[in-house]
T-cell receptor, first 115, second 113 residues
Framework: DAGVIQSPRHEVTEMGQEVTLRCKPI?????LFWYRQTMMRGLELLIY????????DSGMPEDRFSAKMPNASFSTLKIQPSEPRDSAVYFC?????????????FGSGTRLTVV | AQSVTQLGSHVSVSEGALVLLRCNYS??????LFWYVQYPNQGLQLLLK??????LVKGINGFEAEFKKSETSFHLTKPSAHMSDAAEYFC???????????FGAGTRLFVKA
């Protein structure tokens, strides 16, 4: 398996622009998680899905952030409009099944820089 | 609420020396505990996990960790450090539903030749 695939690896955008991050989980994994990593705040859980349904989005910082999972093999995290404080590394992770501690498989991340 | 505290943001050891990375957790229910490793410009990789049963768990790359309920600890050890072990290590706790995983702040391990 190719693992969790994220794109793009790097994104540089201007403040106010829309940014879309993409994730393809491991085939057969039913749970998908979006995390944000910064030096100041560490790893923060933004949202997670189970069987394509958002279960908990309490970590989404503001209404500017939205996430979707239209099918089992694809998820997006969108920021509109983007701000410099959104600069971070965004990770997608997947897990075989909710309710059992398999642990997560992480993608390589998207490094977002908002200037 | 669950939380994880990693003692020491940086740890430096000599090659061949013992590696000890400390983790304490807080949980109102029996926890699931994990250690992940992150190499530069990469995602996190699962090293090992504790769910139930044997309290000493072995993981990849020669690492192991011991769950001590009385001390609410899950410290990570390796008998002999290699240069390739230099990375950031994260302790994490999950509730018994395995839903949300909370990560510690991370400990960066430096290995000196």
């Amino acid at each position: 398996d190719a693992g969790v695939i994220q794109s793009p690896r790097h994104e540089v955008t201007e403040m106010g622009q829309e940014v879309t991050l993409r994730c393809k989980p491991i085939s057969g994994h039913n749970s998908l998680f979006w995390y944000r990593q910064t030096m100041m705040r560490g790893l923060e859980l933004l949202i997670y899905f189970n069987n394509n349904v958002p279960i908990d989005d309490s970590g989404m910082p503001e209404d500017r952030f939205s996430a979707k999972m239209p099918n089992a093999s694809f998820s997006t995290l969108k920021i509109q409009p983007s701000e410099p404080r959104d600069s971070a590394v965004y990770f997608c992770a997947s897990s075989p099944e909710q309710g059992y501690p398999y642990g997560y498989t992480f993608g390589s991340g998207t490094r977002l820089t908002v200037v | 609420a669950q939380s994880v505290t990693q003692l020491g943001s940086h740890v430096s050891v000599s090659e061949g020396a013992l590696v000890l990375l400390r983790c304490n957790y807080s949980s109102s229910v029996p926890p699931y505990l994990f250690w992940y490793v992150q190499y530069p410009n990469q995602g996190l990789q699962l090293l090992l996990k504790y769910t139930t049963g044997a309290t000493l768990v072995k993981g990849i790359n020669g690492f192991e960790a011991e769950f001590k309920k009385s001390e609410t600890s899950f410290h990570l050890t390796k008998p002999s450090a290699h240069m390739s072990d230099a990375a950031e290590y994260f302790c994490a706790v999950s509730d018994t539903g395995g839903f949300k995983t909370i990560f510690g702040a991370g400990t960066r391990l430096f290995v000196k030749a």
